[in-house]
């Protein structure tokens, strides 16, 4: 399949996450398969390397802490810069925020500090995506403060950017993943013509 998604999330720390995001994964994930993603094309990289639910639930493309900025952003970069590779790129992402848009991943060191390897700016999604050559990239962000996130991929011509936060705000709950991701919604699948 021409369709690829990267699902990114979690939480700071154990005590340090959005409420709902394993069930928001699971959801997203659940659809996406619906909707004629194969298995392998749905790629999860998720912070809390105990998450029960998704080890059953995505178990064989779960990538968990670790390396996980790296792991993913290889991925991505892989996705968009190889020619003719992705015609539809879904990018979900769901994590605790800085007022800056950065998305903190995880404190893998436990020092309550963040590093560069712990977080995911807005310009770093930026560069990652600023040369996709996928047809179209949808992009979720389902975190505090999202607009930051989106207002650095406005000028990116195949982008679209779903924000579920203003960039003063914090986001409701797992809200996003209801509403677009349920059973009850109606995302096509990216061959449809309603999509």
Partial sequence: SCDQAVLVA?????????????AAVARVHAKLRDVGFSAAAV???YADRRSRRLADTVAENLHAAGGMKVAFQQHLQRLCRTDYCVNNLVIYLRSP????????LWDFNNDYDVSRDEEYSPEELLADL????ARRVVVF???NFAERLAEQLRDLPNVAVLAASSKNNYAPDSLMSEVFFSN????????DSRA
Avoid: R, V
């Fill in 141 to 143: 962000l389902d975190s």
């Fill in 43 to 45: 790629q999860t990289f």
């Fill in 184 to 191: 009850s919604s109606h995302l096509a699948s990216p061959g």
């Fill in 97 to 104: 925020a800085l007022l800056d848009g950065s998305l903190l």
């Fill in 10 to 22: 979690g939480g700071w720390n154990p005590d340090a996450g959005l409420d709902g995001t394993e």
């Fill in 130 to 133: 600023s040369q996709c050559k």
